[in-house]
């Protein structure tokens, strides 16, 4: 697991909907109950290249199948149905419906 600062890297290749410009912004992700649970700091890069550091202050497990339009349009600027064709790209796995995955609310720290 990469370590920056001591911290796990949270890692994008695209910055969506250009959220990683803001303080506030939310992100996608298969579950990882190690490195994603509330007050959890994270070193986030984009394509490898360091940011910032984040906070998690919210988290909510579910299952992919469950995301609908609002959050598919504020995370990554696009409908339900791209975005899960999207996941199903970044996450080759079998039974992909059945994995849990986690929406993180991450708040920029210094």
């Not at 890692?11 to 996608?28: E, G």
């Amino acid at each position: 697991m990469a370590l920056i600062n001591g911290l796990s890297v949270l890692p994008f290749s695209k910055n969506w909907n250009n959220k990683l410009n803001a303080v506030y912004f939310t992100t996608f992700r298969l579950y990882n109950p190690s490195k994603h649970f509330l007050i959890s700091q994270l070193a986030v890069t984009l394509n490898g290249s360091y940011l910032y550091n984040v906070e998690i202050i919210k988290l909510s497990v579910l299952k992919l199948n469950e995301i609908g339009e609002l959050f598919s349009y504020l995370d990554a600027g696009m409908n339900r149905e791209d975005f899960i064709s999207m996941i199903k790209k970044m996450y080759p796995v079998e039974n992909l419906f059945d994995k849990n995955f986690c929406i993180l609310l991450c708040k920029q720290i210094c």
